[in-house]
């Protein structure tokens, strides 16, 4: 089992900006990808950033250059800083975490961010 808490999420003006983090416990072994996901109102959820145990990143084409994933590993935390907000950013931010075994993925609670204009 793995579980993955957020925080950081809240309201700020559109230029600002905010970072999330994800503290996962208990089976940290078996995680080897960690990501933020994204779901806005009426929309399907949305890859925006991941991180490999290796430390690879790879982010949504709308994030590119104003998003940033990363991960300390003494901690157990995943962080997304995010600058430059855009009212279109608002969302409800998961994080999720690809593990090698059943049941191969969990996700947070999501924690709720919102761009005013």
Do not use: H
């Amino acid at each position: 089992q793995v579980q993955l808490v957020e925080s950081g999420g809240g309201l700020v003006q559109a230029g600002g900006s905010l970072r999330l983090s994800c503290a996962a416990s208990g089976s940290i072994s078996v995680i080897n990808v960690m990501g933020w996901y994204r779901q806005a109102p009426g929309k399907q959820r949305e890859l925006v950033a991941v991180i490999t145990s290796g430390g690879s990143t790879d982010y949504a084409d709308s994030v590119k250059g104003r998003f940033t994933i990363s991960r300390d590993n003494a901690k157990n935390t995943v962080y997304l800083q995010m600058n430059s907000l855009k009212p279109e950013d608002t969302a409800v931010f998961y994080c999720n975490a690809v593990v090698a075994v059943v049941p191969y993925e969990y996700w947070g609670q999501g924690t709720q961010v919102t761009v005013s204009s």
